[in-house]
């Protein structure tokens, strides 16, 4: 009945567990060495500004660096409604420890969630394996390292963003929904108006595949009204609460107060270009047009949206979604691309980037393959079904919707683990020859995966700030 008591670790997880937080410990010392120089110092500012222009991984954001230097909402509350108030209890300790010490300790506060959730991701990857897939202890290991050899898995256990903790959560979600499935046990309410609460609070789509694990542990169950009303409405509807009065506290004065300092600065330019000799009018001119059309390249790697406002400014129906699918949500998740490597879409990176050798691609079709193998021996397994689910509704919202396409890379660690996860079923039904073809073929793409990703991030980790800006 102790809770906590998911979380200690099995003899047989012992070894492997130690290997595997010893190499996510050396990379964030490395990414911290790496970024020390400059985010140790006390009292530079703006905060923003050097987050922003020094720390380059991909399109993740440096908003949690934001706001345990400097706590405020940074993160859009809708999406993110309890996220902020998370790292609250880090920023007071940052205040602390930079009064005593005289320094910025952010970047160490930080490390501490990060190297914990991908610890401990790893360790509920290879239970949901062992225990819910029923693998041997060679297969559940080999996996799970396969999993953490993915480009963007890899990097996500350093990133400063929400994205490892919500793979955190959403693996321990699903290991305890195939528990469940597994020991004909019913999704308590409370167990998932608990999980919905703290998934969706982290990030909003994680809510909804807490939802979907209530209905396929649960089946027709899940409709009862009892369930429906204390499960899904209440939570969602505390939760929403929650999103608007922190949106109208904290976001919507500062929002306001933006707009007015905006239109000031507006009336005061226009006071000044009015005042201007015609050289200096056209030399400014020209400095407006080079500026609009640097906005407007960057807008075009957004794509159009649906429409423009709410949540549909954040949807895009131009973006192709066949390149999307072989360069970016199934290539550059498990491949790095070696031009561009780690540049922001919105700033550096075009929106697709083509491999340098023919053999990448061929590597992403063996996966691929592999995948599909996984789910044909898999397709009567509800577990998988409701793993299926979770990579079927991130589908939704980035290819049919299109939100976050442009860097749908970004995003692996939401749902990148149902390919080992298919994987498995081919695992557990081959036999004898089959498997050691198996075991070889995913033993081989793992020492690629691992040596090719992991030399480009360390080579990255070491290399000077400036040669990547």
Same mark, same amino acid.
């Given at each position: 009945?102790?809770?906590?008591?998911?979380?200690?670790?099995?003899?047989?997880?012992?070894?492997?567990?130690?290997?595997?937080?010893?190499?996510?410990?050396?990379?964030?010392?490395?990414?911290?060495?790496?970024?020390?120089?400059?985010?140790?110092?006390?009292?530079?500012?703006?905060?923003?500004?050097?987050?922003?222009?020094?720390?380059?991984?991909?399109?993740?954001?440096?908003?949690?660096?934001?706001?345990?230097?400097?706590?405020?909402?940074?993160?859009?509350?809708?999406?993110?409604?309890?996220?902020?108030?998370?790292?609250?209890?880090?920023?007071?300790?940052?205040?602390?420890?930079?009064?005593?010490?005289?320094?910025?300790?952010?970047?160490?506060?930080?490390?501490?969630?990060?190297?914990? =959730?991908?610890?401990?991701?790893?360790?509920?990857?290879?239970?949901?394996?062992?225990?819910?897939?029923?693998?041997?202890?060679?297969?559940?290991?080999?996996?799970?390292?396969?999993?953490?050899?993915?480009?963007?898995?890899?990097?996500?256990?350093?990133?400063?963003?929400?994205?490892?903790?919500?793979?955190?959560?959403?693996?321990?979600?699903?290991?305890?929904?195939?528990?469940?499935?597994?020991?004909?046990?019913?999704?308590?309410?409370?167990?998932?108006?608990?999980?919905?609460?703290?998934?969706?609070?982290?990030?909003?789509?994680?809510?909804?595949?807490?939802?979907?694990?209530?209905?396929?542990?649960?089946?027709?169950?899940?409709?009862?009204?009892?369930?429906?009303?204390?499960?899904?409405?209440?939570?969602?509807?505390?939760?929403?609460?929650? =999103?608007?009065?922190?949106?109208?506290?904290?976001?919507?004065?500062?929002?306001?107060?933006?707009?007015?300092?905006? =239109?000031?600065?507006?009336?005061?330019?226009?006071?000044?270009?009015?005042?201007?000799?015609?050289?200096?009018?056209?030399?400014?001119?020209?400095?407006?047009?080079?500026?609009?059309?640097?906005?407007?390249?960057?807008?075009?790697?957004?794509?159009?949206?649906?429409?423009?406002?709410?949540?549909?400014?954040?949807?895009?129906?131009?973006?192709?979604?066949?390149?999307?699918?072989?360069?970016?949500?199934?290539?550059?998740?498990?491949?790095?691309?070696?031009?561009?490597?780690?540049?922001?879409?919105?700033?550096?990176?075009?929106?697709?980037?083509?491999?340098?050798?023919?053999?990448?691609?061929?590597?992403?079709?063996?996966?691929?393959?592999?995948?599909?193998?996984?789910?044909?021996?898999?397709?009567?397994?509800?577990?998988?079904?409701?793993?299926?689910?979770?990579?079927?509704?991130?589908?939704?919202?980035?290819?049919?919707?299109?939100?976050?396409?442009?860097?749908?890379?970004?995003?692996?660690?939401?749902?990148?683990?149902?390919?080992?996860?298919?994987?498995?079923?081919?695992?557990?039904?081959?036999?004898?020859?089959?498997?050691?073809?198996?075991?070889?073929?995913?033993?081989?793409?793992?020492?690629?995966?691992?040596?090719?990703?992991?030399?480009?991030?360390?080579?990255?980790?070491?290399?000077?700030?400036?040669?990547?800006?």
């Amino acid at each position: 009945m102790n809770p906590f008591k998911i979380f200690k670790l099995k003899p047989e997880e012992r070894i492997q567990a130690g290997v595997m937080l010893l190499v996510i410990v050396v990379l964030n010392g490395l990414f911290i060495w790496r970024m020390h120089d400059l985010f140790l110092q006390e009292g530079f500012g703006p905060y923003w500004k050097v987050f922003e222009r020094e720390l380059h991984l991909s399109g993740y954001d440096p908003l949690t660096y934001l706001g345990i230097t400097d706590w405020d909402t940074v993160y859009n509350v809708y999406r993110h409604p309890l996220l902020a108030f998370m790292i609250w209890p880090f920023w007071l300790l940052n205040q602390g420890l930079t009064a005593l010490l005289g320094v910025n300790c952010v970047q160490y506060l930080v490390a501490l969630p990060v190297i914990v =959730a991908s610890f401990y991701s790893y360790i509920f990857i290879y239970r949901i394996h062992r225990e819910v897939i029923m693998l041997g202890r060679y297969d559940a290991t080999l996996l799970s390292v396969f999993y953490f050899s993915f480009a963007y898995i890899m990097l996500s256990v350093i990133v400063p963003d929400h994205f490892t903790i919500s793979m955190f959560l959403l693996l321990i979600t699903l290991y305890i929904s195939g528990r469940c499935i597994q020991k004909r046990r019913e999704f308590k309410w409370w167990q998932s108006a608990l999980l919905f609460f703290i998934t969706a609070g982290v990030t909003l789509s994680n809510g909804v595949k807490t939802f979907l694990s209530g209905f396929f542990v649960n089946l027709r169950d899940f409709f009862r009204p009892k369930y429906l009303l204390l499960a899904v409405i209440l939570p969602a509807a505390l939760l929403w609460g929650v =999103a608007v009065w922190e949106y109208r506290t904290f976001a919507l004065p500062k929002e306001l107060a933006r707009q007015e300092a905006k =239109a000031a600065k507006e009336k005061r330019i226009e006071e000044q270009v009015a005042q201007m000799s015609p050289e200096m009018r056209k030399n400014y001119e020209k400095r407006q047009e080079r500026r609009a059309a640097r906005l407007k390249a960057q807008a075009e790697k957004s794509g159009t949206p649906m429409k423009n406002y709410g949540f549909w400014k954040w949807t895009d129906i131009t973006t192709s979604r066949i390149e999307t699918i072989y360069e970016n949500l199934f290539g550059e998740t498990i491949q790095f691309h070696r031009k561009h490597f780690l540049e922001d879409t919105l700033v550096f990176r075009p929106v697709f980037v083509k491999y340098d050798w023919l053999w990448s691609y061929v590597v992403e079709g063996i996966i691929l393959l592999l995948f599909a193998v996984g789910l044909c021996c898999g397709w009567r397994s509800r577990f998988l079904w409701m793993s299926l689910s979770y990579f079927g509704f991130d589908m939704f919202i980035h290819l049919i919707l299109g939100f976050g396409i442009n860097e749908i890379f970004i995003m692996a660690p939401h749902w990148l683990f149902v390919i080992p996860l298919a994987i498995a079923y081919a695992f557990k039904k081959a036999k004898k020859n089959q498997h050691k073809v198996l075991q070889l073929s995913v033993l081989a793409l793992t020492a690629y995966l691992l040596v090719y990703n992991g030399c480009l991030l360390v080579d990255f980790l070491l290399s000077p700030i400036r040669a990547v800006l």
